[in-house]
């Protein structure tokens, strides 16, 4: 069976190349979106970080060479209200300023449901799942499933967009 290994983020300078080399290819961003608490809550924040980063690892894989996986965008759940939405604007309008026709925002935290009107891009919230008590065989066949039905939201979006 295969083994789930997790990955560094494809911001590396290998893949960055590549990106540049084929651009007119690559026209989609995918940013994980990363809620940081210190404190109480810490365990579900590092679950919730380490769902999406298996889940976008995973999801880069599939679609290497359509896709660019960026870093996550990472910010204090406790920071001044609408701080990280104007932040995450900035990143926005760098990533469409860059060329790219899609971007698509993946996070566990539902609040930024209440954002999403605010974005360009397309905001996908999944609940996280908990992964801690699972070993890398049992975490695959969980992460492919929800990677299917990222998938297909994907594809409709691209054909909406065509």
């Known amino acids: 069976m295969k083994r789930l290994v997790q990955k560094k983020m494809k ?3 290998q893949d960055v190349e590549t990106y540049s ?8 961003a995918v940013v ?9 809550g810490i365990k579900q924040s590092a679950a919730a970080a380490e769902f999406i980063t298996l889940l976008t690892n995973h999801l880069e ?4 060479g359509r896709i660019l996986l960026f870093p996550p965008f990472t910010y204090l759940e406790q920071e001044q209200e609408g701080k990280e939405l104007t932040d995450l604007q900035s990143w926005e ?4 300023t860059a060329g790219f026709k899609h971007v698509f925002y993946i996070t566990s935290n ?3 449901r209440r954002k999403e009107g605010e974005l360009k ?17 049992q975490k695959l066949p969980v992460i492919d499933s929800q990677v299917k039905q990222l998938l297909t939201l994907f594809t409709q979006k691209w054909h909406e967009n065509e």
């Open 61 to 64: 894989r599939q679609f290497t």
């Open 11 to 13: 911001w590396i300078p």
């Open 32 to 40: 994980p979106l990363y809620s940081v608490l210190v404190g109480g």
């Open 110 to 112: 539902l609040e930024w």
């Open 93 to 96: 309008e760098n990533i469409y």
């Open 21 to 28: 080399n084929a651009k007119e290819y690559v026209d989609t």
């Open 121 to 137: 891009g397309s905001l996908i919230w999944i609940p996280a799942i908990p992964l801690e008590h699972m070993n890398d065989s």
